[in-house]
């Protein structure tokens, strides 16, 4: 007799198998197409990296995005935003 957890496993390595199958496929199948090379030749290659590893992620702050707000109360003390 087998049990339930043991149905879950096999058929977990079951499933991932397959889905394993199945990309690998996909990525063969697509190495061999002449469209993969028109597409190879316009991925842009990253001329440096920077890597955080930091507990939480990066701080609103301290990230890339525009932030128009920053530029309105840059210069004001705390108690001339409304943010006191």
Do not use: C
């Not at 058929?11 to 394993?20: D, E, I, R, V």
């Not at 002449?34 to 991925?43: D, F, R």
């Amino acid at each position: 007799m087998i049990t339930r957890r043991q149905l879950l496993h096999r058929g977990g390595w079951g499933l991932g198998s397959l889905a394993l199958a199945s990309m690998l496929g996909q990525e063969q199948s697509g190495a061999a197409s002449p469209a993969s090379g028109e597409l190879q030749k316009s991925v842009a290659k990253a001329k440096s990296v920077i890597w955080l590893f930091m507990i939480g992620g990066a701080s609103h702050l301290e990230t890339f995005d525009y932030k128009p707000a920053l530029n309105k109360y840059a210069g004001k003390t705390i108690e001339e935003t409304p943010f006191s």
